[in-house]
């Protein structure tokens, strides 16, 4: 089993920045593929950004690219999504997301094993 916390949420006014942190614990890869995936209320869950252990292939969500970025620290199994330029429609609880290793990224929730409890992301207009 893998287990996830997340960390850095809060309220921020638009135009800032937040930084998420996500560290991993159990039996955890460094090799493992991360990610993270968000949910505003009445919606979807919605893919944000994810991954590779490498860090050799990243994949970002189209509302993401260009203001977000993911980065990870495998010597503190973290990962990190740093968020740029937020707006009132980056409302959400965010989650970050583990799975075993593959040659690619996924993009889709069901590909992914282990979550975490989810951050709450809440920008002001």
């Known amino acids: 089993q893998v287990q996830l916390v997340e960390s850095g949420g809060g309220l921020v006014q638009a135009g800032g920045s937040l930084r998420l942190s996500c560290a991993a614990s159990g039996r955890t890869s460094s090799r493992y593929v991360m990610a993270w995936f968000r949910q505003a209320p009445g919606k979807e869950r919605e893919f944000v950004a994810a991954?590779?252990?490498?860090?050799?292939?990243?994949r970002y969500g189209d509302s993401a690219k260009g203001r977000f970025a993911i980065s990870r620290d495998n010597a503190k199994n973290t990962v990190y999504l740093q968020m740029n330029s937020l707006k009132p429609e980056d409302t959400a609880v965010y989650y970050c997301?583990?799975?075993?290793?593959?040659?690619?990224?996924?993009?889709?929730?069901?590909?992914?094993?282990?979550w975490g409890q989810g951050t709450q992301v809440t920008v002001s207009s």
């Open positions: 991954m590779l252990w490498s860090g050799s292939s990243t």
């Open positions: 997301a583990a799975r075993p290793p593959t040659p690619f990224v996924p993009m889709t929730s069901g590909s992914y094993d282990f």
